[in-house]
C-alpha cells in the first residue's frame, strides 16, 4: 500500500449514537469536572484513517462486538467490557479493526474534520503492523500501569505513539478519557508479553 496520509477523527461523544452514550457522557463529565474543580469539558472518542495514493482507505477503530451484519470488518483484536468474566458473552466483548474501505459511523461529525497527521512510509507501515499487537485490557477499567480507564482514546493513543507519530491537540474545550491510558502504556519500555483478559498482549504506555 503506498501511504499518501493518515488521518485522525475527533468525534463528539454520542454523536449518531443513543441518547443514553451523550447523556451519560455529559453526567460523568459534569462529576468530574465538579470533583477536579475544573470546567466542564466536551468529550471526544477517536479513530483512524490511512489513504493511499490510489484512494483506498484502511480504518482504524474500536467498536462493539455487537449490533452489526458486516462479516469481514477486519477484526484483529477482542477484549472483555466491565469485567473479564462479562467478556465471556459478545454483548460484553469490543473489537479492534483495521478493515480496508470501512466505514466510521459518525465520522461527518468529527471536529473540526480529518485531522491529516505528519507521516511518513516507515512510521505508516508500522502503524498498521502494531494494530494487531495493541493491548485489549478491560474495557471501561483501569489497565494495569496507567492512571486512566482503558477505550477507544487508549487504542488510538497508543497506537500513534508507538509507531512514532506526534500526538495531536485535542479540539479547544475537549477532553478525551482514556487517552493517556495509552500514552503510559507506549511509553513503557519493553517488558515482554503479558496476559491482561483473554488475549496476550504487547505492553507500552500514553497520554490526553
Known amino acids: 500500500m503506498s501511504i499518501s496520509q ?43 484513517r490511512v489513504r493511499d495514493e490510489e484512494g483506498t482507505t484502511v480504518t482504524i477503530e474500536v467498536a462493539p462486538a455487537w449490533g452489526t451484519l458486516e462479516r469481514d470488518r477486519g477484526v484483529v483484536r477482542t477484549g472483555p467490557v466491565g469485567t473479564r468474566l462479562l467478556g465471556r458473552f459478545t454483548l460484553f466483548r469490543y473489537e479492534v479493526r483495521c478493515w480496508r474501505d470501512g466505514v466510521v459511523p459518525d465520522a461527518a461529525a468529527a471536529v473540526p474534520g480529518p485531522l491529516t497527521l505528519a507521516t511518513d512510509r516507515r512510521r505508516t507501515g508500522l502503524l498498521l503492523d ?42 479547544v474545550r475537549g477532553r478525551a478519557p482514556g487517552w493517556r491510558s495509552g500514552v503510559e502504556l507506549a511509553l513503557r519500555p519493553a517488558e515482554g508479553p503479558a496476559c491482561v483478559g483473554p488475549t496476550a498482549l504487547t505492553q507500552s504506555t500514553g497520554r490526553p
Open 6 to 48: 493518515v488521518e485522525l477523527l475527533w468525534i463528539p461523544l454520542g454523536s449518531g449514537g443513543p441518547r443514553l452514550v451523550c447523556w451519560s457522557g455529559r453526567i460523568y463529565e459534569r462529576c468530574c469536572a465538579l470533583l477536579e474543580h475544573r470546567d466542564v469539558c466536551d468529550l471526544y472518542h477517536s479513530a483512524l
Open 130 to 171: 502494531q494494530v494487531s499487537l495493541v493491548p485489549a485490557p478491560t474495557w471501561g477499567r483501569r489497565a494495569p500501569g496507567t492512571t486512566e480507564m482503558w477505550n477507544s482514546n487508549s487504542v488510538v493513543s497508543w497506537l500513534l505513539l508507538s509507531s512514532g507519530h506526534s500526538l495531536p491537540d485535542l479540539p
